[in-house]
């Protein structure tokens, strides 16, 4: 298992930036994917972004263009660089890893941490 813990989320002004961490208490190197949930209140939760173990990113469309998604495996750490951020709903964003270990796949999830836009 992979135990993760994000941080870096809070309030930011509209078109402003925040980079989130996602630190993991063990090796990602096993790690499959990693990447970016995103919930609003009210709304099913989403993905945001994804990055391969060999550090390939893939982003939704609503996200394209602003957010970079990264791993450094070194450091057991994926970033989310969220550039231009738009006026929204509070969500609450939720760090994720994927592991394919001996067929299985396991799926480990941080607790979230809260990305508020608003002047």
């Known amino acids: 298992q992979v135990q993760l813990v994000e941080s870096g989320g809070g309030l930011v002004q509209p078109g402003g930036s925040l980079r989130l961490s996602c630190a993991a208490s063990?090796?990602?190197?096993?790690?499959?994917?990693m990447g970016w949930y995103r919930q609003a209140p009210g709304k099913q939760r989403e993905s945001v972004a994804t990055?391969?173990?060999?550090?390939?990113?893939s982003y939704a469309d609503p996200v394209k263009g602003r957010f970079t998604n990264s791993r450094d495996n070194a450091k057991n750490t994926v970033y989310l660089q969220m550039n231009s951020l738009k006026t929204g709903a509070a969500s609450i964003y939720y760090c994720?890893?994927?592991?394919?270990?001996?067929?299985?796949?396991?799926?480990?999830w941080g607790q979230g941490t809260q990305v508020t836009v608003s002047s």
């Open positions: 063990g090796s990602i190197f096993s790690s499959y994917v």
């Open positions: 990055v391969t173990s060999g550090g390939v990113p």
């Open positions: 994720y890893a994927i592991q394919l270990i001996d067929a299985d796949r396991y799926d480990n």
